[in-house]
């Protein structure tokens, strides 16, 4: 069964009212109502049997290239590592939740009672990851001409308004916003050595998820040893 099968009409009125706020009749509503279903609905309707996370991978993926295309034509002589950090901060998931609460996505998602008591439809990432779902939908209902028009309706200013300085935020800051959006935590720094007399000590850093080490930074500071890191870690998990 579908999670189209047992909407009531209260319901489908909701799903005509978001394609109206996004401005995309979709051909088949089916996969709207899909995007819109987080896995703990399955929880209680047991009759279903897909969630909306397929669409989150594809529409993640849709995301990457169309804000990887935006940035590369409009900073022509920044290199792979610059286009990186700022597309993370283009597409990270404070925006991406931004978007979603000015559609009032989180009143449009199909979540289980025990999701809703704790504050889901007020979650900002699972509104980022909604929205990501969204893009995918419309991707396989319409094409990419129509992502690339919602994108830039929604996503546009975001683009518009990041400028050559946004490169030199703290690196930090850029991969804790990738390490979230990615892998739902936070990372942390551990120092690993340092050499050196006291006036010229170099501090090696590892950064790690978890328990994972993902990366080694190492600088004259224990600071910039963790930003460069940070750097590294960046190209490793976007």
């Known amino acids: 069964m579908l999670s189209w099968e047992i909407f009531t009409k209260n319901k489908m009125d909701k799903i005509d009212e978001l394609q109206k706020k996004i401005g995309i009749k ?12 987080h896995r703990s609905y399955l929880n209680e309707n047991r009759q279903l049997k897909h969630s909306n996370e397929r669409l989150e991978f594809l529409g993640d993926a849709i995301l990457e ?13 920044f290199d792979e590592g610059q286009l990186t950090n700022l597309r993370s901060l283009v597409v990270c998931t ?47 209902d319409q094409d990419y001409q129509t992502v690339d028009k919602f994108l830039t ?45 006291d006036h010229q000590k170099i501090f090696e850093v590892g950064l790690y998820i978890n328990d994972e080490l993902i990366a080694k930074g190492s600088g004259n500071s224990k600071q910039r040893a963790e930003e460069d890191a940070a750097t590294k870690a960046a190209n490793i998990i976007v």
């Open 153 to 197: 309706k929604f996503m546009g200013k975001n683009i518009d308004t990041i400028s050559k300085k946004d490169i030199y935020k703290d690196a930090k800051s850029i991969f804790q916003e990738i390490a979230q959006s990615k892998r739902g935590v936070t990372p942390r720094y551990s120092t690993i050595s340092e050499l050196g007399p």
């Open 94 to 140: 404070q925006n991406l939740a931004e978007i979603g609460n000015s559609l009032n996505l989180g009143s449009f998602i199909l979540l289980s009672r025990g999701e809703e008591t704790h504050g889901g439809r007020e979650n900002i990432s699972l509104l980022a990851d909604t929205f990501e779902s969204i893009i995918g939908a419309i991707h396989l």
């Open 65 to 77: 290239y169309w804000s990887s295309q935006k940035l590369f034509t409009k900073f022509p002589d």
């Open 26 to 37: 979709f051909k088949d509503p089916q996969k709207l109502v899909l995007a819109l279903t």
